[in-house]
T-cell receptor
């Protein structure tokens, strides 16, 4: 069965430090890949997505992600974290365009001033 | 103007009651979804409708019944509420397979 793994439940970084959130998926072909962010008490907002083409994708709020087929990974990065980035981050995949998005368990990001 | 709006935002009710959550999207999308987010923040799809037709129906108790009167609305009715139904329920929409647009969620607490 398809699955999405986010190995880090919590990550704490200092403001201004770089960030990498990990995401691995289990699926035979290349799925559609997404990163969403959820601020407390809010719904999820799309940060970026990958369907095909250039494996390094740029998103909103200065985030980027790199698709690595050999590692079945789609890690999210930001060079310099801001205090407002503190939130829950979800990786998601849609396999074969089925509308059946599968979400990872999320990574909670804490930012120290 | 909110793209995906859900009402109510909070529900507190007793076990055994019936409740409904309404969702409306003004994005012109053809697909709408209900997701359940549990206390550990795990998001699981429950239902999806494409142009008013049910296309995804996960293993959800039949106490949960979605209804899509038109492609801009997707409601969720829950009968005989149980403690385990306490969660945040998110409505979302998309145009084809692509970005999901989420509502702000409806927090259901069953006492």
């Amino acid at each position: 069965a398809q699955s999405v793994t986010q190995p880090d439940i919590h990550i704490t970084v200092s403001e201004g430090a770089s960030l990498e959130l990990r995401c691995n998926y289990s699926y035979g072909a290349t799925p559609y890949l997404f990163w969403y962010v959820q601020s407390p008490g809010q719904g999820l907002q799309l940060l970026l997505k990958y369907f095909s083409g250039d494996t390094l994708v740029q998103g909103i709020k200065g985030f980027e992600a790199e698709f690595k087929r050999s590692q079945s990974s789609f890690n999210l990065r930001k060079p310099s974290v801001h205090w407002s980035d503190a939130a829950e981050y979800f990786c998601a995949v849609d396999t074969s365009g089925t509308y059946k998005y599968i979400f990872g368990t999320g990574t909670r990001l804490k930012v120290l001033a | 103007d909110t793209a995906v709006s859900q009402t109510p935002k909070y529900l507190v009710t007793q076990m055994g009651n019936d409740k409904s959550i309404k969702c409306e999207q003004n994005l012109g999308h053809d697909t709408m979804y209900w997701y359940k987010q549990d206390s550990k923040k795990f998001l699981k799809i429950m239902f999806s409708y494409n142009n008013k037709e049910l296309i995804i129906n996960e293993t959800v108790p039949n106490r949960f019944s979605p209804k899509s009167p038109d492609k801009a609305h997707l409601n969720l009715h829950i009968n005989s509420l149980e403690l385990g139904d306490s969660a945040v329920y998110f409505c979302a929409s998309s145009q084809g397979v692509g970005e999901l647009f989420f509502g702000e969620g409806s927090r259901l607490t069953v006492l």
